[in-house]
């Protein structure tokens, strides 16, 4: 099993594949358009989930002073070194602090938003940094 680059991807199969055929070349950018399109959209949705954790944290820092939201994001949130994981052990350090604070939220409720959250910024990574494989089984000539 061999696995070779077709322009932005990779094909894993055995080494019986004939990409000097333009429409097997073809079909698998097809494919990678396909999965292109969805890997934006889970990119997109990142931004979003990020952004909302941005002002949950925000809130949780500076209540309703929203002068200090903007100072919190010009000097953290925005910067290269405060990445989404970087804003989920913040969200886990302000669930041990405000413990009380935050008795709406049971313990277990807690757990599953941090491990969902946590699950979620390891895929959105594997799509953002992660190179795409295709895997196909084409039989000997």
């Not at 698998?28 to 399109?37: D, I, L, N, P």
């Not at 002073?65 to 990445?83: A, G, K, P, S």
């Not at 886990?92 to 049971?106: G, M, P």
């Not at 594997?126 to 196909?136: K, P, Q, S």
Request: hydrophobic residues 40%; contains cysteine; glycine residues 4%.
């Amino acid at each position: 099993m061999g696995t070779v680059q077709v322009k932005r991807f990779y094909v894993r199969g055995n080494s019986h594949l004939d990409l000097s055929d333009p429409k097997e070349v073809e079909k698998y950018e097809q494919e990678y358009g396909k999965f292109s399109a969805f890997r934006s959209d889970v990119l997109e949705m990142a931004v979003d989930i990020e952004h909302a954790l941005d002002i949950l944290i925000a809130h949780v820092i500076a209540g309703k002073n929203y002068e200090q939201h903007e100072l919190l994001h010009v000097l953290i949130f925005d910067v290269e070194f405060c990445t989404f994981m970087q804003k989920w052990k913040m969200l886990r350090t302000i669930f041990e602090i405000y413990n009380e604070a935050l008795s709406w939220l049971t313990q277990e409720e807690r757990k599953k938003i941090r491990r969902e959250l946590n699950h979620f910024i390891k895929n959105r990574n594997m799509f953002a940094h992660g190179r795409l494989h295709m895997d196909v089984d084409k039989k000997e000539r």
